[in-house]
């Protein structure tokens, strides 16, 4: 039977969908969704998204052996273990680990998304992991673009593109969102890096001095687990 | 002094922007941004844009003498003078008179931008003469896409793309959204026809049997007028 595969271009039209009817993908690429796949992938325990700065701390109160993650605007929040860099969900750093984590876009998009029959994480390090679990699924995809500010961005739209080439010959019914992220994608495939370069965001992180991590999300296939969402806590997917 | 080039993907997005420092371009390709363009350039004394069928409804009782336009769903509200088809435009039927029209996705998008600097119609038929005046405006430019359900669609997308391209080498920084645009229209600029049959709105619109609106509605160039808002009506730009 034929099903859906839409793109949510931005959290702020996610009222325009019914996200009970599909398995929701959450993309934040530049970083919490690269981070979150790589710290999975590297043994957390749990990632545990949270919306507020706030609710984060909270858990330090709770109980202690949480690692805190919070950023704001791109920056690690004063006082608080790390932020949104890949580099900090290390297996070194997060191996065996529950982090707390509250980021500007990404974690809003979860929140929005609860009520999907799943939520699951991609980014580019877990591309073909994930786009193989799916096409198993027999579902309705929505992959909803954390974007910026509420507003669109090339480089979640672009990953949207890239899941929608891969799910092709699937038996999915497309919509215009998804027709032009895979578009875009034909148009970036070739240098992700050097096309997204030209992006407003892409200009912005490298003002924050993070072009390595930039670098490090555009790596393709360099993880295979698939964070889902259980409860409050992202863990990993399993299945066989 | 570098100003702003922004497109806004859906009127759903139009609260991520001060419309107040923008002149703000409404897009509604298939059908009503086109049918104003082709009304105003043939002729039309105004067209009075209405959000509900209702109050399109209320100007009949006003007073006689106002041609009735209603669509709903792409198709004509019975008991109308006609809806959105550019075919309904021509100098014959709309020279000299005022019509008040309510359509889907054109009309909401309008009357959320009212606040602009200004706000004028663009659709392929006006494309080269509404670029040249944009250009001698010295202003922030905002191309608010009407889209389709308060969702993102190609074909305005496009056309967007399309101004994009005609501004480039001014003095203008553009957003993602606007570069997105611009990406997809390089895409479909050599056969607009042919890259948006692909559309689910294209599909739809077929159904109902308005191919030649369609093909009608991608003429570029073939008028020079630019509909702009006074007060609550649409009347022809006056400049020199």
New interface residues.
């Given amino acids: 039977m034929t099903k859906n595969l839409h793109v949510c271009?931005?959290p702020?039209?996610l009222p325009?969908y019914n996200v009970e009817e599909y398995i929701v993908v959450i993309v934040d690429i530049f970083r919490a969704t690269s981070s979150i796949c790589y710290g999975i992938d590297n043994g957390a325990e749990a990632i545990i998204p949270v919306a507020e700065v706030d609710e984060c701390l909270a858990y330090r109160d709770q109980e202690t052996g949480y690692l805190l993650a919070a950023e704001r605007n791109g920056e690690v929040v004063a006082g608080f273990d790390f932020g949104n860099s890949p580099f900090s969900y290390t297996k070194e750093k997060v191996g065996g680990k529950t982090i707390v984590l509250t980021t500007t876009n990404g974690t809003y998009a979860l929140h929005r998304s609860r009520h999907a029959k799943r939520v699951v994480i991609g980014s580019f390090l877990n591309l073909t992991a994930l786009c193989d679990w799916l096409k198993t699924q027999n579902e309705n995809i929505l992959l909803v673009c954390a974007g910026?500010?509420?507003?669109?961005?090339?480089e979640d739209?672009l990953f949207s593109g890239a899941v929608v080439e891969q799910l092709k010959g699937g038996n999915y019914k497309?919509?215009?969102?998804a027709?032009?992220a895979n578009?875009?994608y034909q148009?970036g495939r070739g240098d992700l890096d050097a096309y997204l370069a030209?992006?407003?965001?892409s200009e912005r992180l490298k003002k924050l001095g993070i072009e390595a991590d930039i670098a490090f999300c555009l790596n393709v296939d360099i993880t295979a687990a698939i964070p889902v969402l259980e409860g409050e806590r992202l863990v990993k997917l399993q299945f066989y």
């Fill in positions: 271009l931005t702020s039209l325009l910026w500010k509420h507003n669109f961005n090339l739209t497309t919509d215009d969102p027709i032009a578009d875009l148009l030209k992006t407003s965001h």
